[in-house]
């Protein structure tokens, strides 16, 4: 099994910055893919930026060139930099983390970008 623990979501006004980070526990030695997903209200999940082990990024067209993700690997943890900061980036952000056998979400952390 593996836990996720995000952090770093809250209230910001438009054009503004967070920094997500989610840090994975458990069985970390079978980690391969991490990534970021949101869900506003009403709306499905949708995948935000994804990282591969060996650094690959990929991004939703909403949000490239205002978001980047990183991971730590030696702390297993994953980032997510967002600036410039929309009221449409609103939602709930997810971890996701796949291993060979499953995928593992965390808890989710709230992103509220309001003047």
């Known amino acids: 099994q593996l836990q996720l623990v995000e952090s770093g979501g809250g209230l910001v006004q438009p054009g503004g910055s967070l920094r997500l980070s989610c840090v994975a526990s458990?069985?970390?030695?079978?980690?391969?893919?991490m990534a970021w997903y949101r869900q506003a209200p009403g709306e499905q999940r949708e995948l935000v930026a994804s990282?591969?082990?060996?650094?690959?990024?990929n991004y939703a067209d909403s949000v490239n060139g205002r978001f980047t993700i990183s991971r730590d690997n030696a702390k297993n943890t994953v980032y997510l930099q967002m600036n410039s900061l929309k009221p449409e980036d609103t939602a709930v952000y997810f971890c996701?983390?796949?291993?060979?056998?499953?995928?593992?979400w965390g808890q989710g952390t709230q992103v509220t970008v309001s003047s």
């Open positions: 458990g069985s970390i030695f079978s980690i391969n893919r």
């Open positions: 990282i591969t082990r060996d650094g690959r990024t």
């Open positions: 996701n983390v796949a291993t060979p056998l499953a995928n593992f």
